[in-house]
């Protein structure tokens, strides 16, 4: 069974860092993009990075460029998202997603994870 695992959410003060693991188990992770997308209560669901399958290609939503940095380590079946400079604004559930391409449609990816509770607050 293909699954996706979030996990290293948590409360962070403003100005804070917080690292995000996406860990794929039931399937090879190099094969896949993985996308980040973050969702605030009565928000949509929006992209914030990711990563092709080798890793050679990033994107960031311009919200977070400069502080969000996303990598990837297929050995481990894992992708990061490393997060400094908090702020209030990025509280949201972060969800990683696998397909084969990286996308900012969400509705375009195939496989998702339940997703992990990220709170900036002080």
């Known amino acids: 069974q293909l699954q996706l695992v979030e996990s290293g959410g948590g409360l962070v003060q403003p100005g804070g860092s917080l690292r995000l693991s996406c860990a794929a188990s039931g399937f090879t992770l190099d094969y896949y993009a993985i996308g980040w997308f973050r969702q605030a209560p009565g928000k949509e669901r929006e992209g914030v990075s990711c990563i092709s399958r080798s890793g050679g290609t990033t994107n960031y939503a311009d919200s977070v460029k400069g502080r969000f940095t996303i990598s990837r380590d297929n050995a481990k079946n894992t992708v990061y998202l490393q997060m400094n400079s908090l702020k209030p604004e990025d509280t949201a559930v972060y969800y990683c997603?696998?397909?084969?391409?990286?996308?900012?449609?969400?509705?375009?990816?195939?496989?998702w994870g339940q997703g992990t509770q990220v709170t900036v607050s002080s």
């Open positions: 997603a696998a397909d084969h391409l990286c996308w900012w449609d969400p509705s375009k990816y195939d496989y």
